[in-house]
């Protein structure tokens, strides 16, 4: 029981949370009228109730709390769709995507491999005490890696554009880059 954090991480936690509430306001608000609502057919809200109850079923017992462990395995599988909308309407653009964008996108990609990582070592640390399968763990690392898959296609793209040198145009057409393929 370390107290050197005390506070700090629920300080952290209030500003992210006034962050996120800032962010909704300026994108329903301030920022409404550059929604490209005709495009975006996405089910976000289906899926997001998709991955809070497979949260409820399948979650990690990370501190004896099986409410807090099933919110943050929803927010993991959150995470994991989160770039999903993003795809989506890209590929209902036919491939065109702003630069800003796709390196948004392409982070989002590297952040996931790097969690992938954590996890990979850190798989031991969900294994359930009385040392049967280690549903939880194979459910983590299999999430971060169905993410990788999702975004396999725009990754190589992306890749591909770099390699091309087109990344320096404000709008980036992967229509293209699939064509020359």
Sequence with gaps: MDSTGDCLYQIADVAAFVLCLNVCYLVYYTYRHTYQEPEDSFAAAHTCVACFCLAVFIHPDLNNRPFFDAIWTASLYVDVVSTLP???????????????SAHYVALIAVSRAVNMVFWYYGFEELAPENGTFNLAGWTVLGAHAVHLLLMWDFIYCYIKAVYQGKLLDKQMDFGDILLDV
């Design 86 to 100: 993003q795809l989506w309407m890209i590929g209902k653009l036919g491939g065109k995507v702003d630069a800003l």
